[in-house]
């Protein structure tokens, strides 16, 4: 399976967190397209997740394009970190 998508900022999510209905929201409104995985359907993104959080299954978790990661970001950090990675 594969877990990004090129070019664009992978989020791992669970249906029932409200952090990461509020980032998907908020990233939707700013017009930043993203790819979202839910953890609990996909045991491997489940595992990268735990990997990336020191073992902690913490969403949201955002991957970015250039493979940078950030945990339980707002939506001003991700467009800042995709703006300088531009």
């Known amino acids: 399976m594969e877990m990004t998508s090129p070019g664009l ?3 791992f999510t669970t249906r029932w967190c409200g952090f990461c ?3 998907k929201a908020q990233l939707s409104r700013a017009g930043v397209d993203f790819h979202e995985i839910d953890i609990e359907t ?4 489940a595992a990268l997740v ?5 073992g902690n299954l913490t969403v949201p978790t955002v991957v970015l394009p250039n493979g940078s990661t950030l945990t ?4 001003i950090q ?3 970190q995709l703006a300088a990675a531009a």
């Open 42 to 45: 996909k045991p491997e993104a």
């Open 9 to 11: 900022p992978t989020i």
């Open 72 to 75: 339980n970001p707002s939506a």
């Open 21 to 23: 209905v509020r980032l």
């Open 78 to 80: 991700v467009t800042s």
């Open 50 to 54: 735990a990997e990336i959080n020191g």
